[in-house]
């Protein structure tokens, strides 16, 4: 079975690791090895349970156990989440030095991995250096060390490294506080309360369990193309109130985006509320995901919108499993 090569998968049990997983795994040529803390978590056991991945435990604060995690991989695909040290009430800069210092180990254990051919990283455009002075969005600035690290401090690493721009999820909408709208009482309407304007644009990743895999797939099958370069996990950008229209076409509810300030947002929902006002300024104040001379297209990457599953095709599949009823 030499033919066959191993990805490790971090992040299985969420949101893009599950969608790495749930694509690669029925990919001819790869065996997916998921990395998680709690092998014995429900979510751990149902990634094990059809047989085809193979589940091991590593902490992005442990250095060693990743470089276990990753023993005889030829690809690794990395993603860190800001956000649960933020729920865990660190500072969004804490978070963010914490964020940089797992995206570190996870960047040297791959280093450290001989059998290694391709790295992808999920990363964020940052606003503190696109807009030096002016704005910060740490969730998105911390990753990008992440990039420049890499690049200044493990060359070698840097040379088969992809850098994956994940868009906006549809599945906020269902999943994330912030972002659901809910039921006004008195006239029956839905609300999203949202720190932008309305018509502000922004890049969508569409179906998180499908979307990342297509991406990752195709990277890896690019192969030395696709290193050095960064690719934006999307087809589509969408301003919030055409996701609104979208979603109450879909929902047979009506819904309307209330702009509030970022002030009002933060008293509702305290930092991570600051957090996302800054990323929406960020999108307001310029294009974070314009495409640069070092991306990498999704037409190079072989990818077309036959397989990718867009806002309308998420909010619809989460529709019908009654997640806005
Ligand atoms: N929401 C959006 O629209 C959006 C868009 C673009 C980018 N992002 C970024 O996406 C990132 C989060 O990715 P996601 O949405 O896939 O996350 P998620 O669904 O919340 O899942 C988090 C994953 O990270 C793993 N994890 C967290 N800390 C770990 C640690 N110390 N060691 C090992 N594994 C750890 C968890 O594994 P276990 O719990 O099983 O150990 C879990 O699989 C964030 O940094 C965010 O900024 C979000």
Known sequence: MSDVKIIAVTGATGAQGGGVVNMLKKTAGWRV?????????????????????????ADFDDEES????????????????WWEALFSGKSQWEAGEIEER???????????????????????????RRLPG?????????????????????????????????GYYPQNMAYFPLLKPFQLPGNGQY??????????????AGDMSINPGIWVRQALATGAPAFGRYANVALERWSFRQMMDKWSEITGKRGVVVQVTEEAWTRLWGPAGTELAWQFKFGELCDPWAVRDDFI?????????????????????????????
């Open 134 to 166: 002016r704005l910060e969005t740490p969730h998105m600035d911390y990753k990008a060390n992440v990039d420049d690290r890499i690049k200044a401090e493990l060359p070698d690493l840097a040379r088969k490294t992809t850098y994956l721009y994940f």
């Open 33 to 57: 090895r998921a990395i998680t803390r709690k092998p014995e978590s429900e979510a751990a056991k149902k990634l094990a349970a059809d047989g085809l991945v193979e589940v091991v435990r």
């Open 297 to 325: 297209s999704p037409e190079e990457l072989g990818i077309g919108p036959d397989e990718v599953v867009g806002f309308e095709g998420t909010i619809k599949g989460l529709a019908s499993l009654g997640l806005f009823d």
């Open 102 to 128: 797992h995206g570190m180990n996870l960047a040297r254990a791959a280093a450290r991995t001989p059998t290694l051919e391709h790295y992808l990283w999920s990363t964020q455009p940052s606003a503190k």
């Open 66 to 81: 990743l470089v276990r995690a990753f023993e005889g991989a030829a690809a690794v695909f990395a993603v860190t989440n």
């Open 191 to 204: 609300v999203q309360l949202l720190a932008t304007d309305p018509e502000a644009k922004i890049l969508l």
